[in-house]
């Protein structure tokens, strides 16, 4: 079933259901006041017929006239029933041979007053107290004008709520239809999109209601989508073109090498070659490796708790070890009192591997010029600023050094195979982490990376 149709149905169910307790309301209401109005008629009836039979000889011969003449004006199948003290029938004798229970008689003496309904009558009595005795008056009748307005005002009711239930069903199935119309255009436009063409874009509305709100976080994830795509396809395009690289020179200087008989010095200077195109193919497979680790969800990672500065420090001295010319100095500012402030939960050898990626670049880059390695502490985050004076990054490549495999033109140079940047920023996104470059071509650049504090 149909969103639109279960909307309908829904709409149409509530406004019925408050439509009957409407109506039921109305006919009871309608229906207590019919009959409080009877029995209040037969309440007059029975003093009528008390003042008639019972006050004859005490009151004006003019208001003897007047109960007498109310009493004359009968309701249809009225009784009116006088019992004396031994429940016998007195004063009124008529053709209708009807007598009320001897518990109604009784119920009323002790109460004083009854009233009550048997089928269609309605009946109603008083105890009065007179001169010549004590009395039992009953009155009952049939209230045929009361009993045709309800059954009329019944089937008004009823009729009527089966138009509106028609209409109800019709209308509302016109709203929900008008209102799902943007989602029947979502739905259309998001059919339209395939992985050609994920630069298109849902229509966003209005801006403001929740489907203006659903096509926005949906264009955000195009957007997501789109650039993993152009990312995936950057990479497999740029690590074919890498990994093929180092091959090709392996297998070109083995075929070379195998051509003729060649001299130990020769053979020695091939396989030396082999050699380097072998350490850089390994460091090219550990740096991919590294960045397939570092796009999973951190949650499934083993996480500890670490000193960021002995980490850092750490890693210093690895990259120290590895390029000995190196001239890294490191800092520590606002330090706090509590080393444990000090603490992250993370991965130390995701971290060290990013840290000295970015220590490294800044040595090669500069041409182990100094390098300035800072941590500065705050309550609620560590930032470490890394600045190198070397050949800085032109303005149209920086936007792009931090994608995998990519190199900025005047970085050529340099032995790499522009992992490193990329790797180590996904390493600080996955910590919770962000990495910013400030640079100036031909002076230098500082890498900033911020980690909040938990």
Do not use: C
């Given at each position: 079933?149909?969103?639109?149709?279960?909307?309908?149905l829904l709409i149409t169910f509530v406004i019925s259901l408050l439509l009957v307790v409407l109506n039921l309301y109305i006919y009871s209401i309608s229906k207590s006041y019919s009959?409080?109005?009877?029995?209040?008629?037969?309440?007059?009836?029975?003093?009528?017929?008390?003042?008639?039979?019972?006050?004859?000889?005490?009151?004006?011969?003019?208001?003897?006239?007047?109960?007498?003449?109310?009493?004359?004006?009968?309701?249809?199948?009225?009784?009116?029933?006088?019992?004396?003290?031994?429940?016998?029938?007195?004063?009124?004798?008529?053709?209708?041979?009807?007598?009320?229970?001897?518990?109604?008689?009784?119920?009323?003496?002790?109460?004083?007053?009854?009233?009550?309904?048997?089928?269609?009558?309605?009946?109603?009595?008083?105890?009065?107290?007179?001169?010549?005795?004590?009395?039992?008056?009953?009155?009952?009748?049939?209230?045929?004008?009361?009993?045709?307005?309800?059954?009329?005002?019944?089937?008004?009711?009823?009729?009527?709520?089966?138009?509106?239930?028609?209409?109800?069903?019709?209308?509302?199935?016109?709203?929900?239809?008008?209102?799902?119309?943007?989602?029947?255009?979502?739905?259309?436009?998001?059919?339209?999109?395939?992985?050609?063409?994920?630069?298109?874009?849902?229509?966003?509305?209005?801006?403001?209601?929740?489907?203006?709100?659903?096509?926005?976080?949906?264009?955000?994830?195009?957007?997501?989508?789109?650039?993993?795509?152009?990312?995936?396809?950057?990479?497999?395009?740029?690590?074919?073109?890498?990994?093929?690289?180092?091959?090709?020179?392996?297998?070109?200087?083995?075929?070379?090498?195998?051509?003729?008989?060649?001299?130990?010095?020769?053979?020695?200077?091939?396989?030396?070659?082999?050699?380097?195109?072998?350490?850089?193919?390994?460091?090219?497979?550990?740096?991919?490796?590294?960045?397939?680790?570092?796009?999973?969800?951190?949650?499934?990672?083993?996480?500890?708790?670490?000193?960021?500065?002995?980490?850092?420090?750490?890693?210093?001295?690895?990259?120290?070890n590895q390029m000995p010319q190196s001239k890294m100095e490191l800092s520590f500012v606002n330090m706090p009192d509590n080393s444990d402030d000090l603490l992250i939960l993370g991965n130390k050898n995701l971290l060290m591997i990013a840290f000295e990626n970015i220590f490294e670049n800044a040595n090669k880059f500069s041409d182990n010029k100094n390098v300035?390695?800072?941590?500065?502490?705050?309550?609620?985050?560590?930032?470490?600023?890394?600045?190198?004076?070397?050949?800085?990054?032109?303005?149209?490549?920086?936007?792009?050094?931090?994608?995998?495999?990519?190199?900025?033109?005047?970085?050529?140079?340099?032995?790499?195979?522009?992992?490193?940047?990329?790797?180590?920023?996904?390493?600080?996104?996955?910590?919770?982490?962000?990495?910013?470059?400030?640079?100036?071509?031909?002076?230098?650049?500082?890498?900033?990376?911020?980690?909040?504090?938990?």
């Open positions: 079933m149909k969103i639109k149709t279960k909307l309908t009959w409080n109005d009877f029995f209040y008629r037969l309440r007059e009836r029975t003093y009528a017929a008390a003042n008639v039979y019972l006050e004859e000889d005490e009151v004006s011969e003019k208001i003897f006239q007047e109960f007498q003449k109310k009493l004359n004006v009968k309701i249809p199948g009225e009784i009116i029933r006088i019992y004396d003290s031994l429940n016998h029938p007195a004063f009124l004798k008529d053709s209708v041979h009807s007598d009320f229970p001897v518990s109604v008689i009784e119920k009323t003496r002790i109460e004083r007053s009854f009233h009550g309904k048997d089928n269609d009558t309605f009946i109603y009595g008083i105890y009065y107290t007179d001169n010549q005795g004590n009395f039992v008056i009953l009155a009952s009748a049939i209230d045929e004008i009361g009993d045709a307005k309800l059954k009329h005002l019944r089937n008004v009711l009823v009729i009527g709520f089966f138009i509106s239930l028609f209409f109800l069903f019709f209308i509302g199935r016109l709203f929900t239809k008008k209102m799902l119309n943007p989602v029947n255009e979502i739905i259309k436009q998001v059919s339209n999109i395939t992985d050609t063409n994920l630069h298109l874009r849902l229509s966003e509305g209005n801006g403001k209601d929740e489907l203006a709100e659903l096509a926005i976080n949906f264009n955000r994830m195009l957007e997501r989508i789109e650039n993993s795509f152009e990312l995936q396809q950057n990479f497999v395009a740029n690590a074919s073109h890498e990994l093929r690289t180092p091959l090709t020179s392996i297998i070109g200087n083995i075929e070379v090498s195998l051509s003729r008989q060649r001299s130990n010095d020769e053979y020695k200077t091939i396989l030396k070659t082999i050699l380097e195109e072998a350490e850089r193919l390994s460091k090219l497979s550990d740096g991919l490796l590294n960045i397939a680790q570092a796009s999973v969800d951190i949650n499934s990672m083993k996480l500890e708790y670490i000193r960021i500065d002995e980490l850092i420090e750490e890693s210093k001295n690895i990259v120290q300035k390695i800072e941590l500065v502490y705050s309550p609620e985050k560590l930032v470490i600023n890394v600045s190198d004076t070397g050949i800085g990054i032109p303005d149209k490549d920086l936007s792009n050094v931090v994608q995998t495999f990519y190199r900025a033109e005047n970085a050529r140079q340099f032995s790499g195979s522009g992992v490193g940047l990329s790797l180590s920023q996904k390493i600080f996104l996955l910590h919770n982490g962000k990495l910013s470059i400030q640079t100036e071509l031909g002076k230098g650049t500082i890498v900033t990376i911020m980690l909040k504090l938990s």
